[in-house]
């Protein structure tokens, strides 16, 4: 992997750049010390840093005016906020945090739940009223324990009738009752207002817990005319489970797997690391070719780098791979960041067929910010446990193209139907029988006859800045072993 070996010194550096106050922490401020920590941050790394004029270099004549800035925020979060080049529009995705130990086990797949997800829906006559059906049930999960399965459909919680409104109150307890109903598609498989809602009077109460999901929900190899389609359904780009994928691709290669499809329809995406690894093991035809870049704001810009394509996982483990000039890739609104970039990535190298709904559109990534000398983890500042999640970079692929604002379209369109989830990795389920029928080259897919109407909201509105694409601290440290080895 070809990094710029002066990245990290000149990340840090400019951490220690504050223009006419290089000299700010020698002398006695009267300006909360996290707010302090959020401005320089912000300055050294912020992607959009030249588009907020309070983020200059020369912004505070003196550091009297700097201190009387700082104080001016009644929060840390509200100093934040101020920061963000335009919130709604274009940065939709840094963020800050008052602690960082349950970040660290977000981005490690450790969480407090109740093991589901699930998309709504508006109940068909009704102007309020929504109805959720399960689309994700996790292994090992309170949910799978009270053998909940995809495709069930509820329509209130703790006797409540869920509406657009109320539902991300309804599920915020850490114990709740589910009442189920079943769902008549009047005949009409592709018409959903005059579908049938009804309760069948059954409940399920859910209680969280903590989990850690492996993010490699399924792998199945199927056969197709007599070739071997290997299929993997991935959750989310999580470092701590590298080897374990590497492991189910030595398995689809050792089966001769000929087709691949790649299941992302809700991956809201994870570390730009795995990523260049998944892709590889996709590949492996152009290893050393660069699979992605990154580019940093103007100050940082002479240290952009690459991620190439790998032949090894963290320098010891060979990668598996399949060799392949053709994979098909199935989407969601919910498929974003890393999952974004595994297409746009390949797109210059080999054929993606994307099959299912335009993703989010997710081109930045971000590093996690700490209150330390350096910004990282390390000597982090022990009188609070805040940190930041600011976007530091846009990613292209090869041929300089990033993920459009609107999300990837599809290259064949297909809304998944709560008439008809389907099982994953069944072959029957929509969104794979898509797949295997254009590999199939039959046509049999009737793609006219399918729902056209989106979910309203999904459970991944309830997870905090759930679409998250980021640079992993681990490099930014080899970088800086690096530095000192060469420099």
Request: aromatic share 10%; hydrophobic share 35%; proline share 4%.
């Given at each position: 992997m070809k990094?710029?070996?002066?990245?990290?010194?000149?990340l840090?550096?400019?951490?220690?750049t504050?223009?006419c106050?290089?000299?700010?922490?020698?002398?006695?401020?009267?300006?909360?010390?996290?707010?302090?920590?959020?401005?320089?941050?912000?300055?050294?790394?912020?992607?959009?840093?030249?588009?907020?004029?309070d983020l200059?270099?020369?912004?505070?004549?003196?550091?009297?005016?700097?201190?009387?800035?700082?104080?001016?925020?009644?929060?840390?979060e509200?100093?934040?906020?101020?920061?963000?080049?335009?919130?709604?529009t274009?940065?939709?995705?840094?963020w800050?945090v008052?602690?960082?130990?349950?970040?660290?086990q977000?981005?490690?797949?450790?969480?407090?739940?109740?093991g589901?997800e699930?998309?709504?829906?508006p109940?068909?006559?009704?102007?309020?009223?929504?109805?959720?059906?399960?689309?994700?049930?996790?292994?090992?999960?309170?949910?799978?324990?009270?053998n909940?399965?995809?495709g069930?459909?509820?329509?209130?919680?703790?006797?409540?009738?869920?509406?657009?409104?109320?539902?991300?109150?309804?599920?915020?307890?850490d114990?709740?009752?589910?009442?189920?109903?079943?769902?008549?598609d009047?005949?009409?498989?592709?018409?959903?207002?005059?579908?049938i809602?009804?309760?069948?009077?059954?409940?399920?109460?859910?209680?969280k817990t903590?989990?850690?999901?492996n993010?490699?929900?399924?792998?199945?190899?199927?056969?197709?005319?007599?070739?071997?389609l290997g299929?993997?359904m991935?959750?989310?780009?999580?470092?701590?489970?590298?080897?374990?994928?590497?492991?189910?691709?030595?398995?689809?290669k050792?089966?001769?797997?000929?087709?691949?499809?790649?299941?992302?329809?809700?991956?809201p995406?994870?570390?730009?690391l795995?990523?260049?690894?998944?892709?590889?093991?996709i590949?492996?035809?152009?290893?050393?070719?660069?699979?992605?870049k990154?580019?940093?704001?103007?100050?940082?810009?002479?240290n952009?780098?690459?991620?190439?394509?790998e032949?090894?996982?963290?320098?010891?483990?060979?990668?598996?791979?399949?060799n392949?000039?053709?994979?098909?890739?199935?989407?969601?609104?919910?498929?974003?960041?890393a999952?974004?970039?595994?297409?746009n990535?390949?797109n210059?190298?080999?054929?993606v067929?994307?099959i299912?709904?335009n993703t989010?559109?997710k081109?930045?990534a971000?590093?996690?910010v700490?209150?330390?000398?350096n910004?990282q983890?390390?000597?982090?500042n022990?009188?609070?446990?805040y940190?930041?999640?600011?976007?530091?970079?846009n990613?292209?692929?090869?041929?300089?193209?990033?993920?459009?604002?609107?999300?990837?379209?599809?290259?064949?369109?297909?809304?998944?139907?709560?008439a008809?989830?389907?099982?994953?990795?069944?072959?029957?389920?929509?969104m794979?029988a898509?797949a295997?029928?254009?590999?199939?080259?039959?046509?049999?897919?009737?793609?006219?006859?399918?729902?056209?109407?989106?979910?309203?909201?999904?459970?991944?509105?309830?997870i905090?800045?759930v679409n998250?694409?980021?640079?992993?601290?681990?490099?930014?440290?080899?970088?800086q072993?690096?530095?000192?080895?060469?420099d």
């Open positions: 990094f710029s070996k002066t990245l990290l010194c000149c840090v550096l400019t951490a220690f504050y223009s106050f290089d000299d700010m922490d020698d002398n006695a401020i009267s300006a909360s010390e996290i707010n302090d920590f959020v401005w320089k941050g912000m300055n050294a790394v912020y992607l959009y840093k030249d588009n907020i004029p200059a270099n020369d912004r505070f004549p003196s550091t009297s005016e700097y201190a009387d800035y700082l104080n001016s925020f009644s929060a840390p509200e100093l934040f906020e101020s920061l963000i080049y335009q919130r709604q274009v940065d939709r995705f840094s800050i008052d602690d960082y130990i349950a970040l660290e977000l981005f490690s797949g450790v969480s407090k739940r109740s589901y699930f998309d709504m829906y109940i068909p006559g009704s102007a309020t009223n929504m109805f959720g059906i399960v689309r994700l049930v996790l292994p090992n999960s309170n949910a799978e324990d009270n909940l399965t995809r069930q459909v509820f329509t209130s919680i703790d006797g409540v009738a869920l509406t657009e409104a109320n539902y991300r109150t309804l599920v915020r307890p114990s709740y009752t589910i009442a189920l109903a079943d769902y008549d009047n005949g009409t498989l592709e018409n959903l207002n005059d579908d809602i009804t309760s069948n009077g059954q409940n399920i109460t859910l209680t903590i989990l850690s999901e993010p490699i929900f399924k792998t199945a190899i199927i056969d197709v005319d007599g070739e071997n299929y993997l991935y959750n989310g780009f999580t470092p701590d489970y590298n080897s374990q994928l590497n492991t189910a691709f030595n398995n689809f050792s089966s001769n797997v000929q087709h691949l499809v790649l299941d992302l329809r809700y991956n995406g994870g570390s730009v795995t990523a260049s690894y998944l892709g590889s093991m590949t492996g035809q152009f290893n050393g070719e660069v699979f992605a990154l580019v940093y704001n103007s100050e940082l810009q002479a952009n780098y690459d991620f190439e394509f032949s090894l996982i963290d320098n010891s483990e060979a990668i598996n791979s399949l392949l000039d053709k994979i098909y890739v199935l989407t969601t609104e919910d498929s974003a960041s999952s974004e970039m595994i297409i990535s390949l210059p190298y080999i054929e067929v994307q299912g709904d989010t559109g081109s930045q971000s590093i996690t700490y209150d330390s000398p910004l983890r390390e000597g982090a022990p009188n609070h446990t940190a930041m999640q600011p976007l530091v970079a990613t292209l692929n090869k041929l300089n193209n990033s993920v459009p604002s609107n999300g990837l379209t599809p290259t064949l369109n297909l809304i998944e139907n709560p008809n989830y389907g099982a994953l990795g069944n072959v029957n389920e929509p794979l898509a295997i029928a254009d590999i199939q080259g039959t046509g049999r897919f009737n793609f006219s006859a399918l729902n056209k109407v989106k979910p309203k909201a999904s459970s991944h509105d309830l905090p800045h998250e694409m980021y640079i992993d601290e681990g490099i930014l440290i080899d970088l072993k690096n530095n000192l080895q060469q």
